[in-house]
């Protein structure tokens, strides 16, 4: 039966498949790149411009990656509504905004980066009210734990 705790551990597996695969992906960008730029026709001129995109945005990614498997860590030992998931929020927010600003900042010779920035800046955006409803989870939290 499948149940939350399959769910968080099942979002874990998939989160350290996730870092593996970012991994591997930034060591064959160097290859995968000029395959991509060739295989669509684009001008071969913009192949040192999307490697740099990509590995500017390789450390926030990881390092999103990372917070979101302390987060899962944090909430399958049952600590949900504390000041280092917040934190931990906080942070994913700050990193989707930046690579937003990297990706935007990438549209003006990519128009599809653009896109991608808008989607990032939507889910940082997501992730802020998550944090925010978090925080006011910990007050009330408190309040209730001095209220018994």
């Not at 350290?16 to 064959?28: S, T």
């Not at 990881?62 to 600590?79: D, K, T, V």
């Not at 991608?116 to 992730?127: P, S, T």
């Amino acid at each position: 039966m499948w149940n939350p705790s399959k769910s968080v551990r099942l979002s874990s597996i998939c989160t350290k498949i996730a870092i593996v695969l970012v991994i591997c992906a930034a060591f064959a960008m160097p290859n995968l790149i000029p395959t991509y730029v060739n295989y669509t026709g684009k001008n071969p001129e913009i192949i040192h411009s999307l490697l740099l995109t990509v590995y500017a945005c390789v450390l926030p990614g990881m390092l999103s990656l990372i917070c979101l498997g302390r987060l899962l860590s944090n909430i399958r030992r049952e600590e949900v509504f504390v000041e280092k998931n917040v934190k931990l929020l906080r942070a994913l927010s700050w990193c989707s905004f930046v690579v937003s600003a990297i990706l935007f900042i990438s549209g003006f010779y990519y128009i599809l980066f653009v896109i991608i920035a808008v989607c990032a800046a939507f889910l940082g955006l997501i992730l802020r009210v998550i944090k925010n409803v978090f925080e006011q989870a910990i007050v009330i939290k408190r309040e209730n734990d001095f209220t018994i």
